[in-house]
């Protein structure tokens, strides 16, 4: 039996980069192109980072309505019931965490910094290097956390879920239609704009999920192969990871024997069963979800369990110039409705010591981080370099954007006002 709660987390503001700044522009402006080209909902401009950079690209750094990134995503997790918090990430990461920590303070939590490893900038390496400095049990359960989901604040559903004590892996899953479940009649209700690869029927509720994957992660690093996390990391997003998993499986005959009856259930009955619920669907992968749980479960030679989930937060991560600016107008737009003082504290429940941190801290950080010292300037040159068809800074630092115009960024305020208003922060 498990712990039944998390109490420890390793939040990663640390992502892979690429050889030269050449590869990496290539690659994020061929798959816009691409998305363009099939007329895609989501567009993604990436924000990759690159060996050869003078002023590293990394995006937990990007300051949104003048605060960074990981700021954010520091204030989602001191408004939880967490206890010990693990950063990893870069030498810019601990000289913006250390101005938080003196602005703010540690929230009654007991924070940590490991630098990442620039030799081994993959998942599976920051999650070593945040489990080293935990002491964790056999039976405990740690939340990673992607450092890039700045509205992410509603995490005790996932800190105290009462499956937690039964499995060692639990993926929150991103079901378009439990987050937006009036996308069809009114499509200006889905103010997070993404494209779904992934099906999934859900046969106990008779429902027909669109899917994308997780990131929330409540995992047993003692009891999940090492190897298992890197593969399913790598394939999460191209479709892949069955093809993948069957490839792994081969390597235990035990194993696959107890797999087989599940794929040869999943093989008979998924496309047919699908059709009933859509015809000439186009997907990456697809799955019943309790033949998936049952699969996983063997797979991982531990127990798992999928579940869906209600938030959008836990959808509008940023990785790309699109949902940067989809943040940066949601704030303007709140600042807007409320003035200054309280625009981001009606939409973020941490929003008046973000705003504390921008006017205490920012000014010096300016001096420190070169990405700071003009970051419109920075930016614009950005969105000019991937082929952008705007900037977003006009007359020194002005924005204005055609997203800031849009009725999803309206929605989006009205969505998180009322949460905001109802949560109950964590009391320390």
């Not at 009654?108 to 070593?128: A, C, N, S, W």
């Not at 049952?294 to 836990?314: E, Q, R, W």
Request: charged share 30%.
């Amino acid at each position: 039996m498990n712990h039944p709660t998390i109490e420890k987390c390793i939040v990663s503001f640390s992502h892979n980069a690429y050889e030269s700044r050449k590869l990496a522009d290539k690659e994020a402006i061929e798959k816009a192109r691409r998305e363009i080209a099939q007329g895609k909902k989501g567009i993604s401009h990436l924000i990759l980072r690159a060996r050869d950079d003078e002023i590293d690209r990394l995006k937990f750094l990007f300051p949104i309505y003048g605060i960074p990134l990981m700021c954010y995503a520091l204030g989602n997790l001191m408004v939880s019931s967490l206890k010990e918090i693990v950063v990893v990430g870069s030498k810019e990461v601990k000289t913006v965490l250390d101005a938080f920590l003196e602005t703010i303070g540690p929230c009654g939590k007991k924070i940590r910094f490991v630098h990442e490893d620039p030799d081994h900038l993959v998942l599976i390496h920051t999650l070593v290097l945040g489990r080293n400095a935990l002491a964790l049990a056999p039976n405990e359960l740690v939340l990673f956390q992607p450092g890039d989901l700045p509205f992410l604040y509603d995490l005790d559903r996932v800190l105290n879920d009462k499956d937690l004590k039964t499995h060692d892996l639990i993926l929150w899953l991103n079901s378009r239609q439990e987050m937006f479940p009036h996308f069809k009649e009114d499509p200006a209700s889905e103010f997070v704009q993404r494209n779904y690869h992934y099906r999934v029927i859900d046969e106990k509720a008779g429902r027909l999920h669109d899917v994308k994957e997780p990131n929330a992660y409540p995992i047993n690093l003692a009891a999940i192969e090492e190897d298992i996390i890197e593969l399913l990391h790598e394939t999460r997003k191209d479709g892949k990871i069955l093809n993948a998993g069957i490839h792994k499986v081969l390597t235990s005959p035990a194993r696959m024997l107890r797999l087989l009856p599940v794929l040869a259930s999943h093989f008979r009955h998924f496309d047919s069963d699908l059709r009933t619920y859509r015809m000439n669907d186009e997907y990456k992968f697809g799955m019943h979800l309790k033949n998936f749980n049952k699969g996983a479960s063997i797979f991982l030679d531990t127990p798992f369990v999928a579940k869906f989930h209600n938030d959008p937060a836990y959808v509008s991560d940023v990785d790309a110039l699109e949902d940067w600016e989809d943040f940066e107008s949601l704030i303007r737009y709140a600042v807007q409705e409320q003035g200054e003082e309280n625009g981001l504290a009606s939409i973020h429940p941490f929003g008046r010591e973000l705003m504390k941190f921008k006017r205490e801290a920012m000014p010096g950080l300016q001096e420190r981080i070169a990405m700071y010292a003009d970051f419109p300037v920075y930016l614009n040159d950005l969105y000019r370099s991937l082929e952008m068809p705007h900037v977003p800074f006009h007359d020194g630092d002005r924005y204005d954007t055609p997203n800031l115009h849009s009725p999803l960024v309206a929605n989006a305020y009205r969505w998180y006002k009322e949460k905001t208003a109802r949560f109950q922060p964590c009391a320390e």
